[in-house]
């Protein structure tokens, strides 16, 4: 799925932070040449090699941070997947509701035939009205509208299965069979402690709070200078 894909390059990327935040600024070289004045110029170079060292609590707040992005980034990463499963099984119980509405329409329509069948023989003996035939029709012309309708919807959400599938567009699927029902056996109170122990977003927000703590404490460590050598 791409937005899977997307989510796990992102946490990559977040991972890749820490070595970076952990690690002192990047050296400086410097190159300088002159001429000293004199009968006969003399040239002169002079190399200067320059490094930043931060303080050091700096350098750890900076990858307490990178760690906690990157936990974040995490989190973020098996919420897409969750999120993508759900919507994956919301579209396919769709699909078997649309596939059984479908079959439905069709045995009503084959009674509305036999109906209108009836009710036409009727009209010709006179044991019937004329709107009674017209309702039949009527009807009929109403399931099939409701049938081009069923069609549509069930081939925007094949449409969205191929999406979330990370497949081309076009590629046949078959019908989708309708999973067994299963007797759900835990208790709602256990529903709801199970929902907050694998919350994805309750879990980032925590370690968004113990970030911005860091980033904190980084702050007031802004007026600690760095060295230079």
């Keep these: ?8 390059a992102r946490w990559k990327a977040a991972i890749e932070k820490n070595p970076q935040a952990l690690s002192l600024p990047d050296p400086m070289v410097e190159l300088a040449a002159g001429w000293m ?10 190399y200067t090699f320059r490094q930043e060292v931060p303080f050091p609590t700096k350098i750890l707040l900076e990858g307490e ?17 969750r999120d993508e499963l759900v919507e994956t099984q919301e579209v396919f119980h769709e699909l078997v509701y649309l596939g059984q509405a479908e079959k439905t329409i069709a045995l009503v329509e084959e ?31 109403q399931l099939h509208y409701d049938r081009v309708l069923v069609r549509e919807l069930a081939e925007t959400e094949r449409a969205r299965l191929r999406a979330l ?19 759900v056996s835990a208790r709602l109170p256990d529903l709801y402690s199970l929902a907050e122990r694998h919350n994805q977003e309750l879990k980032a927000a925590g ?3 113990d970030k ?12 600690i200078p760095d060295l230079e050598l």
Excluded: C, H
């Excluded at 004045?37 to 002169?44: A, D, K, L, N």
């Excluded at 911005?212 to 007026?223: H, K, S, T």
């Design 1 to 8: 799925n791409p937005r899977i894909a997307a989510a796990r």
């Design 37 to 46: 004045e004199g009968e006969r110029g003399v040239q002169e170079w002079e």
């Design 65 to 81: 941070v990178a760690d906690r992005e990157a936990e974040i980034a995490r989190l973020q990463y098996e919420a897409a997947v």
């Design 111 to 141: 009674l509305m035939q036999r109906y209108a069948a009836f009710a036409s023989g009727e009209l010709a003996k006179g044991g019937t009205t004329l709107p009674e035939t017209f309702r039949a029709q009527a009807q009929l012309a």
């Design 165 to 183: 599938a990370g497949l081309r567009a076009g590629t046949a699927l078959g019908p989708a069979q309708a999973p067994p029902i299963r007797p």
């Design 207 to 209: 370690i968004s709070i």
């Design 212 to 223: 911005a703590l860091a980033e904190v404490d980084l702050a007031r460590q802004g007026r």
